[in-house]
């Protein structure tokens, strides 16, 4: 065989391949992607699962307490959330997605916003510094071991720092930040907190953001409407019509987002997908009384991940083996 026609055939299995991954991610809702949230309908706050198209619904906590802002491990696994089950302190657990061996991570007066490092090792939070001191209130980030050993802060000279948001690679962390300015402005840092980065700029404040699979978008919210920008910042548009949405989450193929959203004719919130380019706004939660929030899409399927900084996707396996075979 010569080098020419060899070269021909890699190609061919490069494109054989993109197309296989194409269709095990197209349709993505039908296919075994799961997206946790949080409900009401059993008349206390509890997290549930259901499939990314609303169906098979089932519950996963069972507590007296509230149990609210699920998100996936990596290797869906486990979810971690946040709970006051703990003589009334907000704090984060972790539990099996069965729904068994319900652990507490953090030990603080108000952690919240859990976010898993895409290697499954480590958890991102925002902590509640100095609870006890009106002087010195104030929130920022922390990052523990993922079983809750070794927390530690990252922002040397921390404002109002909350919701953050690990980049597919885990080299970098999205958040939102007060920096005592007028409005939140979405941000980003180094995953050990360097080289902090502002992304968003004026008006109204940002908050809530939400890398995008594959690591080109953050999506976010303001008080009326979901956002998409480059991970640069550059290209920020609105997504969805004026409304009450918030906690943006994507969907596997980084083509959908889902969102929580007032649904004036409940009175209450309900779970909603839009393209991520925008366009119709679709109910995925089945109608009842109670509300449904704080949803976080997953995908079982998906491919493992290597440790922060060396993170390498199929398609970019296919990328570099195509760019050899030139």
Sequence with gaps: MSFKVGRILGAAL??????QMHIATDGYASRGTKIAFTSTRDGNLEIYVMDGDGKNQRRV???????????????????????NRNG?????????????NTIRLTDGVSDQN???????????????????????????????????????QLIEKPEWDTNPSWSPDGGKIAFRS????????????DSDGGDIERLTRGGFSKYMPAWSPDGSRIAYCTSDHIWVMDSD???QRILTNRGWH????????????????????????????VDAIGGAVNQIDQVHEKGDTDPDWFNPGQLSVSPEGSRITMWGRLKKFASDLR
């Design 114 to 152: 859990p976010d898993w490092s895409p290697d499954g090792t480590k958890i991102a939070y925002d902590f509640l510094l100095n609870p006890w001191d009106n002087d010195k209130w104030n929130r920022t980030i922390y990052v523990m071991d993922s079983d809750g050993r070794n927390s530690r």
């Design 88 to 100: 009334g302190r907000i704090q984060i657990w972790v539990i099996d997605a069965d729904g068994k």
């Design 246 to 273: 918030e906690h943006p989450t994507w969907s596997p193929d980084s083509q959908k987002i889902a969102f929580q959203s007032w649904n004036g004719a409940r009175r209450a919130f309900s779970i909603f997908t």
């Design 61 to 83: 906590t069972v507590h007296q307490n509230v149990d609210r802002y699920p998100t996936w491990s990596p290797d869906g696994k486990k979810i971690a959330f946040v709970s």
């Design 233 to 235: 910042g550059k290209n």
């Design 178 to 189: 007060n920096n005592h300015e007028m409005s939140a402005e979405i941000y980003v840092m």
């Design 14 to 19: 490069v494109i054989s391949l993109f197309v």
